[in-house]
């Protein structure tokens, strides 16, 4: 059984910084493309960023790139996202996911096999 459990989340301040973690159980970590999304109230889920397996090729929206950096550690089954510099419109769900396939297709959310409960990202203006 595949678990992904994202975790790391809070109540920051604008300008201020978070690391999301997410750990992945039940799958072969180092074969999986991994992927961070988001969603906000009334709005699509959209793309943050993703990783290649052995973490050598990485992914980003216009909306985060120079801010946010995404990482993993194949040892111990987890995928990172650093966000820095947050602002109020970063406010969201944030999600983490897998894909088998890779690296066509990891910006759209229905190219991902499995997904997380996701972790609450609050920014005070």
């Known amino acids: 059984q595949v678990q992904l459990v994202e975790s790391g989340g809070g109540l920051v301040q604008t300008g201020g910084s978070l690391k999301l973690s997410c750990a992945a159980s039940?799958?072969?970590?180092?074969?999986?493309?991994m992927g961070w999304f988001r969603q906000a109230p009334g709005k699509e889920r959209e793309f943050v960023a993703a990783?290649?397996?052995?973490?050598?090729?990485?992914f980003y929206s216009d909306s985060v790139k120079g801010r946010f950096t995404i990482s993993r550690d194949n040892a111990k089954n987890t995928v990172y996202l650093q966000l820095n510099s947050l602002k109020p419109e970063d406010t969201a769900v944030y999600y983490c996911?897998?894909?088998?396939?890779?690296?066509?297709?990891?910006?759209?959310?229905?190219?991902?096999?499995?997904w997380g409960q996701g972790t609450q990202v609050t920014v005070s203006s």
């Open positions: 039940g799958l072969t970590f180092s074969s999986y493309y």
């Open positions: 990783i290649s397996w052995s973490g050598d090729l990485t």
């Open positions: 996911a897998a894909v088998r396939r890779g690296p066509g297709g990891v910006t759209l959310p229905n190219m991902y096999d499995y």
